[in-house]
């Protein structure tokens, strides 16, 4: 939606691109914009026309699951929000008809010409929607139109599609009604769609009792793909939780895997907290086929249990189908207009697999998300914040300061004329809540003048509900009963400004969150709840102020603090594009562990990690950015715009910069004394494996002699029950990496394993390559661990294999034990410290938001690049430090930053300058100041300030007000809720 409204984006939609031509920095693109045959500047999104038309096809947003009509709106939110014909469907097209039924036509239209002969009226089979459309927006001379777009970069995020499981016949998708994918399950659950939220059996539209997930349909060999699809495992474990709250009928969950991978920050908890509500069984095995049974419609899928080792026949009322991602339609046909790239799957191949994600091989054309291969959410999404920064470095001088001129604001004087948009959210809010008698009731309140029902506020046509409110109300305060302000107020806020209408004169309660939702067994009580925090909300709406925002100067200089693989990236993306950018690097070289002798070589393809450093190094010095070594960050004050950071080191020094970005890495786990590490000489790290290989030339050699077999225990300081409980994400890729090597030197090795979790690029190739080359894999019971044979040195390894069912003892000349990341310290607890950025409960910094802002803190103005926000491997480090070079840019591209002015003020008068507000502030945002020689009184600086009212609540004398939630807004709704005559 943020991008249909951006003044300075061009959405063309329903086209292609047909020619490239040109160099970087000044591409012709020639592009092909298909007919929709409704003029979408005319279009009010009204709906009369689908109401009218007779013409019903499949829906392809709901699976096929729901029909619409052959004039339609793709899904309810869609940018633009204008309708658009399907011409396969409409019957004014003339393909749909028979000869004699063109011929009938042709006679009618020749019978009407001869009556009218001096008029030529347009003759449509059906013409419903042309009648029916007021402002005349049905165009059905629309032809293709084709133009051409110079443009200084280009990025291609084409994403992808489901693999069709119809190519592997033996799980009966297509044949077998109560067979669906994961795709058509979403749209279930999604409570805009057709079942309003609910899983039903497609065959009878009942709901099932038993569900079964059949995890990597079409992936890791499945259907001939041997990658991994990465977002199945998660996805399958959310919907099995999402099916326990919408539908608690349902008795059991099966989820058929063969390897839990939870690679991404928190994910393990998530399947831990799966486990612990037992929201599904997870049983090890993939299905051999699927059994129908006619007489029920019933299924029964045929697995071997890998770990108890039976044959199981488990029934199924419905299966679903975590089914792999694909290469989208037309990805190599425009490849091929690009001159870039696909691999043999069909996915855009990135110029260099081991570094970047982002870069094709042809200079200016940038890739992101899955047109690259199968994304998580937050990787797509840095991926893009990335391929946006490298894509700036060809648009020198196309920057744009200024983009839109502020409307006039309106007169909003005058009693409070309060207006309440009350939203259904499809069925989030819809379902449970009767949003009529909630619109009707918001009437009945003191000082509401209109209530409306919507069906989707957040929509553009609920935006434009909204204004249409305000205008023909002449309303001077707002409240939109919808879902949680934390992602959508700033929606509101921006329709709210875009009509001169001041934002702050907006309130929104969450009937969502905190009444459908979690109420949804208790309707008639959700109501009343959600009557009670309207009218508390309407009370609240009428004392609200009018707030403006504040500016303060930018100083337009970047910070980078770490001088490895992420913050060398940040500070060229950065610096390249014009800003000035010091980069501070506490050791005395850059390249952190790609510097010799910490890494020998990248996977997938074995590229050495010097000749990596060598060139990223080369591009940082040539990009005019300060490079300062033996330095360290001693000191922190100011805000964002105006940081002040005081060196020390081989550089003392006071820098002000704009922003920060921390990109000072992480550390691996000390393995203490563990599997005899540090007593015994043939127990290695990971880390010293690659030292050992560069000490001697890609041969290994212990204690002077080269070892006959090799064995690598995984996840030792990762996935723990106690300490860090996630996954570390680099160790089992180069884990392999490294065993295929060893292998290659004639030396047997073997790795213990709990899921291998190659999610990669060429990582999961890079699996079945060592398993083909004769490396072995054991996979380890949870909770247990190898155990260690030998006196003065460890001659084998012990251990229980799940997938055989028997302990086996393995002969080992040599242990390498795969450690995890952990937060480096003590930097870490320093920035935490003296930036107030916060930390997750793994110890690593927290971003701002974990799919949307996945490098961004909660303090304006530090950003997060690589193992700083939590452990990842370099092609992710990479991808994260571009991203936070292109979100530090869009600020330092102003001379002043925008200040929020829902902030603390201080009532000097009041205030006696007890220093309580000091102590209290979380952000260091009060501070006492002496005026008139000798009093002192606290101010808050409005740049520190995040408006948490910390300082309002505590402070003795009540000379603090926390803007936007003051004193008399907060008692107004207090008194309102507790008010007997209102009840």
């Not at 002798?597 to 950015?625: F, H, M, T």
């Not at 360290?632 to 080191?649: A, R, S």
Request: one cysteine or more; charged letters at 25%; hydrophobic letters at 40%.
């Amino acid at each position: 939606m943020d991008v249909g409204r951006h003044p300075l984006i061009e959405v063309v939609t329903n086209a292609e691109v047909i020619g490239c031509e040109g160099d970087p920095g000044d591409f012709r693109v020639q592009i092909r914009a298909h007919p929709r045959y409704v003029d979408i500047d005319a279009c009010v999104a009204c709906g009369m026309c689908v109401e009218t038309c007779p013409q019903i096809g499949g829906n392809e947003f709901d699976m096929g699951f729901k029909a619409r009509k052959a004039i339609y709106r793709p899904f309810p939110q869609s940018v633009p929000s204008a309708y658009v014909i399907d011409p396969d469907s409409c019957l004014n097209f003339l393909r749909h008809l028979t000869d004699k039924q063109i011929r009938s036509m042709e006679k009618i239209k020749a019978a009407k010409m001869k009556r009218q002969p001096d008029v030529t009226l347009p003759h449509l089979p059906c013409g419903h929607c042309t009648d029916t459309c007021d402002v005349g927006a049905i165009d059905f001379d629309q032809v293709a139109r084709d133009f051409e777009v110079d443009a200084g970069s280009i990025l291609v995020a084409i994403g992808f599609k489901e693999f069709d499981a119809r190519k592997l016949g033996q799980y009966g998708y297509g044949r077998f009604p109560n067979v669906v994918t994961s795709l058509e399950l979403e749209r279930m659950l999604n409570a805009s769609g057709v079942t309003d939220g609910h899983v039903v059996r497609p065959s009878d539209m009942e709901t099932p009792k038993n569900i079964v997930f059949i995890q990597c349909v079409g992936a890791r060999g499945d259907g001939g793909r041997p990658y991994c699809s990465r977002f199945c495992c998660m996805n399958a474990v959310k919907d099995s939780m999402l099916i326990r709250q919408h539908d608690p009928e349902v008795e059991d969950i099966t989820i058929l895997y063969t390897d839990l991978r939870a690679f991404g920050k928190g994910f393990d908890d998530f399947v831990a907290r799966s486990i612990e509500e037992q929201s599904a069984h997870y049983t090890r095995g993939r299905p051999a086929k699927i059994e129908h049974r006619p007489e029920d419609d019933t299924l029964v899928i045929h697995v071997e249990d890998t770990i108890e080792h039976v044959q199981k026949q488990i029934p199924a009322d419905l299966v679903v189908l975590s089914v792999a991602a694909a290469p989208n339609d037309g990805a190599i046909e425009l490849a091929k207009i690009l001159d870039i790239e696909t691999d043999r799957y069909g996915f855009v191949s990135p110029r260099d697999p081991a570094v970047s994600a982002v870069e094709t091989v042809r200079d200016g054309i940038y890739v992101c998300g899955s047109a690259i291969g199968p994304q998580v959410i937050p990787d797509a999404v840095a991926q893009a914040s990335a391929a946006a920064a490298r894509a700036q470095l060809f648009l020198a001088g196309s920057r744009i300061d200024d983009v839109a001129e502020k409307p006039e604001p309106l007169d909003l004087s005058g009693p409070p004329r309060v207006g309440v948009l009350v939203c259904s959210c499809g069925a989030n809010i819809g379902g449970i809540l009767d949003v009529d008698d909630l619109s009707d009731y918001a009437l009945t309140l003191p000082g509401v003048v209109a209530a409306e029902p919507s069906m989707f506020a957040c929509a553009e046509t609920g935006q434009e509900q909204l204004v249409d409110m305000i205008r023909e109300h002449r309303l001077n305060r707002l409240v939109v009963a919808s879902c949680t302000p934390r992602t959508h107020e700033p929606v509101f806020r921006d329709a709210c400004a875009m009509t001169g209408f001041n934002p702050y004169l907006l309130d929104m309660v969450n009937i969502r969150d905190q009444c459908s939702w979690v109420h949804a067994n208790e309707p008639v009580l959700a109501q009343e709840k959600a009557k009670d925090l309207i009218r508390m909300s309407v009370a609240r709406s009428r004392k609200l102020e009018e707030l403006y925002e504040g500016e303060v100067p930018m100083c337009r200089q970047a910070l980078v603090i770490g001088g490895g693989i992420a913050g060398i990236q940040a500070a060229t993306d950065l610096a390249e594009q014009g800003f000035p950018v010091v980069l501070v690097e506490k050791g005395d070289a850059l390249g952190g562990r790609l510097l010799a002798p910490n890494l020998r070589y990248l996977y997938p393809n074995r590229r050495p990690a010097v000749e990596i450093l060598e060139r990223k190094v080369g591009r940082l010095l040539k990009s005019d950015a300060r490079v300062l070594l033996n330095a360290e960050v001693e000191e922190i004050t100011g805000f964002v715009g105006n940081f002040d950071v005081k060196l020390k080191g081989a550089v003392e020094e006071d820098l002000k910069v704009g922003v920060i970005i921390l990109a000072f890495g992480a550390s691996l786990h000390d393995p203490g004394d563990e599997f005899g590490y540090g007593t015994m000489p043939n127990v290695i790290t990971s880390e010293e494996l690659e030292k050992n290989f560069h000490a001697n030339d890609d041969e290994v050699l212990i204690d002077g002699r080269k070892p006959t077999s090799a064995s690598f225990i995984l996840c030792v300081g990762s996935r723990e029950a106690e300490g860090f409980t996630g996954c570390s994400r680099y160790c089992c890729p180069t884990a392999i990496k490294q065993a295929i090597h060893l292998n290659s030197l004639g030396i047997d090795t073997t790795i213990f394993y709990r899921d291998i979790r190659t999610v990669s690029a060429g990582a999961e190739e890079m699996y079945r390559e060592a398993r083909g080359n004769g490396v072995l894999f054991v996979r380890i019971p949870p909770g247990e661990k190898p155990e260690v044979i030998g006196k003065q040195k460890v001659e084998a390894l012990q251990c229980y294999d799940e997938l055989l069912g028997q302990k086996l003892e393995v002969e080992t000349d040599l242990v390498i034990l795969s450690v995890g990341m952990r937060p480096r310290q003590p930097e870490t607890d320093q920035f935490h410290l003296i930036l107030k950025a916060s930390l997750g409960l793994d110890g690593f910094f927290l971003e701002r938001h974990p799919e949307l802002a996945p490098v961004e803190t909660a303090v304006e103005g530090v950003f997060l690049a690589g193992t700083v926000q939590g452990p990842k491997d370099i092609v992710d480090s990479v991808a994260q430090a571009s991203a936070t070079a292109a979100k530090a840019a869009v600020l330092l591209a102003f001379d002043s930053v925008r200040i929020e002015p829902t902030v603390s003020v201080v009532d000097e008068i009041k205030c006696r300058a007890c220093g309580t507000c000091v102590d209290v502030c979380p952000y260091s945002a009060a501070d006492l100041v002496e005026i008139d020689g000798e009093m002192h009184v606290a101010r808050i600086n409005a740049s520190l300030c995040k408006g948490c009212g910390v300082c309002a609540a505590w402070c003795p004398s009540s000379a603090i007000d926390a803007r936007h939630f003051t004193d008399q807004q907060v008692i107004a709704m207090i008194d309102t809720a507790f008010a007997e005559e209102t009840r």
